[in-house]
């Protein structure tokens, strides 16, 4: 596994950066296989993020879109991650609806994480291999909606699957580590003076993905870009 840190001087310059690679390996997806793959996390730090791809001027046409994760909201709530990125990706790039497969997440948890399943199946085979992942990182080191003690972060034979997150009091969709491990490049942006600390955890301190879910990633044979801030 191929490990690059790269720590810029501000979150503007870390967004830039970010949002240029992710483009460029995208690109070269189309390039080489005629379209390609892309799994996008949600929260709050990737709206710069997926402002900056809108302008790249990508061929969205020969993009496919699926999410790392989702709450058990409809579309339209305040917490939808694919709320967010119809905003602040979707809708900008004028990503075609036809290439957008979102997970359910008005039905029930499990039956959203079961369709979210077939459409994976579907779409890319019983082994997702995805062009380009994007992950965040919570302050406690969770990514995807695998938060610390979560027993799926040990499977790795889900492709996808319901869970309960017990501090948010809350039903979310998640990718399973099958799929996450298997990307050809995995992105994780965690801009942020705050989230400094826990990288630095994350990367150099001792390896226990059960505590710090995100170190789930340094298992990759593939290669994983890690983009955050320089401490001040
Ligand atoms: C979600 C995300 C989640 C996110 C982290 C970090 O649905 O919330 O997929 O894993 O990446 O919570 O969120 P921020 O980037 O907003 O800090």
Redesign the pocket.
Known sequence: MSLHRWAYDDAASATAGCATFIAEKLDEAIRLRGRANFAI??????KPLFRELAKTGMDWEKIHLFW??E?CVPPGHPDS?YTMAEEFLIRPAKAPPSNVFRVLAELEPRDAAAHYVDVLQEELGDSPEFDVIH????QDA????LFPGEPLIRDRTQLAAAVYVTKLKSWRVTLCPKVLLAARFTVIFAPGQDKIPVLNQVLEGARDPMKLPIQLLLEKRGETYWFMEAAV
């Open positions: 996390s949600g929260g709050s730090s990737p790392v994760d709450r991650n992950h965040g990182m919570g969770h990514t995807a909606s």
